[in-house]
């Protein structure tokens, strides 16, 4: 059972655009909320994190939106470049500090 | 700062073999984690470290997986009898305890099991 799911799979933009990338998960005793980015050839490294005490997170051309009630967020990627073409995956942490489940990942293209 | 370690990069069974990967976790991390990652797929957790001891290590095939961890350091994963399906990357991370805190991984050995 997939406790953490992300859709669409693969999702093309062209620079400039907004990408919205979605997540949501079952289990509501997760408590925080990163989301990593995977580049070709390389491995997974953090973008941008959330706890359930907000609703937003922002960092950059990056935000979270975070629906504590429908268990669901969404990473938001504006004025998308390039450089950010890479697979991003939600991840999800329980109460307590037990290790990362992450999601299946959306890939990212961005064309010029 | 040096980051995480893994060795090898690459790896190239048949099936039946026997690999051993090996990670060297951030110094001064205590919290040391193995992933599996099948192509055009999420890390899936094998087994994680609290120092020596294992804290989850319920999604390791205990028939034919087994990871060590012995002085809290650096930390062995072992297929005994490789399967085609066990083909993906395997990825070592560390962090500070907690959970919550930011996971550093290496970049991995990629396993093809012919």
């Known amino acids: 059972q997939q406790q953490v799911r992300q859709s669409p799979q693969s999702l093309t933009v062209w620079e400039g655009e907004t990408a919205i990338l979605n997540c949501s998960y079952e289990?509501?005793?997760?408590?925080?909320f990163p989301w990593y980015w995977q580049f070709p050839r390389e491995s997974p490294a953090l973008l941008i994190a959330?706890?359930?005490?907000?609703n937003k997170k922002e960092d950059g051309r990056f935000t979270i939106f975070f629906n504590k009630r429908e268990k669901k967020l969404s990473l938001h990627i504006t004025d998308s470049q390039p450089g950010d073409s890479a697979t991003y995956f939600c991840?999800?942490?329980?109460?307590?500090?037990?290790?990362?489940?992450f999601g299946t990942g959306t890939t990212v293209s961005v064309s010029p | 700062e040096a980051g995480v370690t893994q060795s090898p990069r690459y790896a190239v069974l048949q099936e039946g073999q026997a690999v051993s990967f090996w990670c060297d976790p951030i110094s001064g991390h205590d919290t040391l984690y193995w992933y599996q990652q099948p192509r055009d797929q999420g890390p899936q957790l094998l087994v994680y470290?609290?120092?020596?001891?294992?804290?989850?290590n319920s999604q390791l095939p205990s028939d034919r997986f087994s990871a060590v961890r012995p002085k809290g350091t650096n930390s062995t994963l072992k297929i005994q009898s490789a399967k085609q399906g066990d083909t993906a990357t395997y990825l070592c991370?560390?962090?500070?305890?907690?959970?919550?805190?930011?996971?550093?991984f290496g970049h991995g050995t990629k396993l093809s099991v012919l």
């Open positions: 991370a560390s962090s500070l305890s907690g959970g919550n805190e930011r996971l550093f």
């Open positions: 470290f609290r120092d020596e001891a294992v804290i989850d």
């Open positions: 289990d509501s005793t997760f408590d925080y």
């Open positions: 991840a999800a942490v329980y109460q307590g500090g037990r290790a990362l489940i």
């Open positions: 959330i706890r359930p005490v907000s």
